[in-house]
């Protein structure tokens, strides 16, 4: 019977570790969030980064732009942000409006106050092994298939994605762990698959008929579709895997705890320098 990885609980004991770390510390790191349009999955996840900052302790400011908002509008904030001292992270939340320049906009952030780790400086020095802090997201996928204790030496595993942002951390992370690691955008044949990762963005487009029985199956879809939150995996498949993360509750959460972590981090770093 498949087995759920619980992200919330995992989320919890690294949140309770970094409220210790920050109440020890005399540091109150800040953290900003840029939310484009209305989105309700953005809105969803910026209320959840909200709430978390708040409990470890780390100030947190949000600013909102309208869907037709301009690229320079966006660009500007950002400036704005890299010279304030109180803030220590700046998140953009993604996706944006099909009319704003996703990866522009993510570089106009300061590269060491890039809370996700998506700024392509962070992602060279990361490659090299040198960065200041690691791409939160790939971090908390790894270490939800690590919490089912299951060995990555030789394990097969395919990252189905479409952004290099995403896929390179991760190619990177699970082959230090010994694993053979494949990656592409379109659904093939995963039958003899070990681990799977999606992050298609489309709803319950893994079938049981993609996957072999007891695959590991982690889940980045997130859906909405009327009052319901739907992963990228149908729950078939799901059903048919050895351990699933379920949606929501799954990569989500820790996404939050890492993107929580990077923040400390670079106040720390930006406070000794």
Avoid: C
């Avoid at 949140?15 to 900003?32: C, D, M, Q, Y």
Wanted: a positive charge; glycine letters at 8%; hydrophobic letters at 40%.
């Amino acid at each position: 019977m498949a087995k759920v990885i619980n992200g919330r609980k995992l989320a919890v004991s690294i949140r309770e570790n970094l409220k210790r770390k920050i109440a020890r510390s005399n540091i109150r790191p800040g953290l900003a969030a840029i939310l484009v349009g209305n989105n309700p999955a953005s809105e969803t996840y910026v209320g959840l980064k909200e709430k978390a900052s708040a409990e470890v302790g780390v100030y947190f400011e949000k600013y909102l732009f309208p869907s037709k908002t301009t690229q320079i509008s966006i660009i500007r904030k950002i400036q704005e942000l890299n010279r304030d001292k109180k803030i220590h992270g700046i998140l953009v939340q993604l996706p944006l409006p099909a009319h704003l320049n996703e990866n522009k906009i993510i570089q106009a952030i300061d590269s060491k106050k890039d809370a996700d780790g998506f700024h392509s400086e962070n992602i060279k020095l990361f490659l090299k092994g040198k960065s200041i802090i690691k791409p939160g997201l790939a971090v908390g996928i790894v270490k939800l298939v690590e919490s089912t204790k299951v060995s990555l030496k030789n394990k097969s595993i395919y990252i189905l994605a479409k952004s290099p942002i995403f896929i390179d951390p991760l190619e990177k992370m699970f082959k230090e762990k010994g694993a053979n690691v494949e990656s592409g955008k379109k659904i093939g044949n995963m039958k003899k698959t070990d681990i799977i990762v999606v992050a298609l963005g489309r709803p319950h487009s893994i079938l049981s008929k993609h996957i072999k029985n007891s695959a590991i199956i982690i889940d980045v879809g997130y859906n909405r579709k009327g009052d319901k939150v739907l992963g990228d995996v149908h729950p078939s498949a799901n059903k048919k895997a050895g351990y699933f993360t379920p949606v929501p509750g799954g990569v989500g959460p820790m996404t939050v705890a890492m993107l929580l972590e990077n923040t400390y981090q670079l106040a720390k770093y930006i406070k000794s320098h």
